[in-house]
């Protein structure tokens, strides 16, 4: 199960991944991205509490890497747990994607600090 709760804090969209994606409930998130990419051109993505996320809930990040190029979108996910995070490592994404440890160093890198 997961829980996705968005905010916009100036022109900062925040997208929060709260408990388990799998492929049930990745198109919760496959919705909030592309409601947030369509929408926004810097966006946060705070995954401080989740828990878990499956090959689909990954594959959901990936389906979105040309779009943010294409479009000129900054998006940064911050707050990996370090089993997460590994997972993120073990397919290549933090090369592809912008990861940091928290909030503050998302919104240096959205910023451009």
């Known amino acids: ?17 709260i408990g ?8 919760h998130l496959d919705e909030s991205l592309s409601e947030a990419t369509s929408k926004y051109k ?8 989740l ?9 959901v990040f990936m389906s979105y890497i040309n779009d943010l190029e294409e479009k000129g979108i900054k998006l940064v996910i911050y707050g990996l747990s370090k089993k997460v995070h590994h997972v993120f490592q073990i397919l ?3 090369q592809l994607l912008k990861i940091t440890e928290d909030e503050e160093g ?8």
Do not use: H, P, W
Not at 106 to 113: E, H, K, Q, V
């Open 42 to 49: 810097k966006i946060m993505v705070n995954c401080e509490q």
């Open 51 to 59: 828990e878990y996320i499956s090959s689909a809930g990954l594959g």
């Open 1 to 17: 199960m997961v829980e996705i709760k968005n905010t916009l804090n100036n022109d900062v969209y925040t997208i929060s991944v």
């Open 20 to 27: 388990e994606v799998d492929a049930s409930s990745s198109i």
């Open 92 to 94: 290549g994404l933090d």
């Open 106 to 113: 998302a919104r240096g890198i959205i910023d451009g600090i």
